[in-house]
């Protein structure tokens, strides 16, 4: 069935891809992000699909982008909130403005996008809302991303109790967390202070393209789920975790 879907941070990586793929089934896109020329372009390789200039730390923003979205399409079916910029600071090098930035993008952004569509939902009765984390918001496998790590940690609480909040009245509400592992995009690149080297990454931690990460997303807007680990291997890697937290992170040191 097609569906009206709002995607944030569509200009490049996971968005980008998404964004393509969902347009290539044939749904209905409205796309944000702060980059117009990136954006028109990943619009008209999406179907019909709109390009909505926003900068989602704004919450005037966030609420434009909904009436564009509901002025276009009648109604929004999905909001996917996939905005987000990453980090490379160890926790002692941490600055205000660093932690600030992370929580606004990552967190603040998330918040500001559930609180303008959930209402919507609520009135109709049904809708899928789609938070993308991290599998570091559960896992602290690196601790260069640490304040990264802790906005993602926060928008998976937020979501949970969301979740629990809307379950018993809206059923047909969902609420999803998708937690991607390391991604094949400029993420690292354009993360605030600049890429780390990774160490050769296998197993678990083996990187996954976007398309395989989109594929991911676009099955559970079919079949929603409560939380969605995009490398299914991770699911039981933070299952170790939480088992024997020392225990993990002493196998971890190097």
Known sequence: MRKAIVITGASSGIGATLARLLGSQGHRLVLAARSEAALQQVAAESGEAQAVVTDVTQRADVERLRDTAIAAYGHVDVWINNAGKGIARSVLDLSDADFDEMMTVNTKSALYGIQAIVPHFQARGTGHLINISSFLGKVPVASFRSAYSASKAALNSLTANLRMDLSATYPDIHVTLVLPGVVLTDFAKNAVGGGQPL??????????????????IARVIEHPVAELYTNPAQHD???RYVQDVAAFEGAMRP
């Open 199 to 216: 160490p050769t990454l296998t197993g678990p931690m083996t990187p996954q393209t976007p398309e395989e990460v989109a594929a991911a």
């Open 237 to 239: 890697l933070a299952n």
